[in-house]
């Protein structure tokens, strides 16, 4: 029996690193840009109603070939890839997006919860200064009402 150590070995480690990033990448670029969610209305996990409403399909059909492939194939295929899928995607928004903005911020704050919230803090510290200016304004002696 012959072992590789050295140079084969971390070239198979590295080939499949670099095939794992990449399909992850794929499927990250797939789920955030271009708008499949998992359904909050979903039996388990919500993703044969996430995928079904995706690509307009009837989610009864969805899940007789999930059913189906599950039976067929075992646990390992189809099972793992259901799971990951449920683990990757994200829930879908509360209310509809309504435009880009709306789709940026539901993307940040699906990602990272406290970089959404000091946007919103933010915000709203930028309002109150310029409530202040506004009240420094009128209530100074130079203002006159006309």
């Not at 979903?42 to 995706?54: E, N, P, S, T």
């Not at 075992?74 to 509809?96: D, R």
Request: proline share 2%; glycine share 6%; aromatic share 18%.
């Amino acid at each position: 029996m012959r072992r590789y150590h050295g140079y084969k070995h971390n070239f198979q480690f590295e080939t499949c690193r670099k095939h794992y990033n990449g399909l992850k990448d794929r499927f990250e670029t797939l789920a955030s840009s271009r708008g499949i969610y998992r359904s909050r209305r979903g039996i388990f996990m919500g993703v044969c109603r996430g995928l079904a409403d995706y690509f307009d399909f009837s989610v009864f059909w969805l899940r007789i070939i999930t059913l189906l492939l599950f039976l067929f194939t075992g646990f390992w295929p189809v099972g793992v890839m259901y799971i990951m899928a449920g683990l990757f995607l994200k829930m879908e928004p509360v209310s509809p997006l309504r435009d880009e903005d709306d789709a940026e911020f539901y993307d940040t704050y699906s990602h990272s919860r406290q970089s959404a919230i000091r946007r919103i803090k933010k915000k709203f510290e930028n309002i109150e200064r310029r409530i202040q200016r506004m009240e420094d304004t009128v209530t100074s002696r130079e203002f006159d009402w006309e």
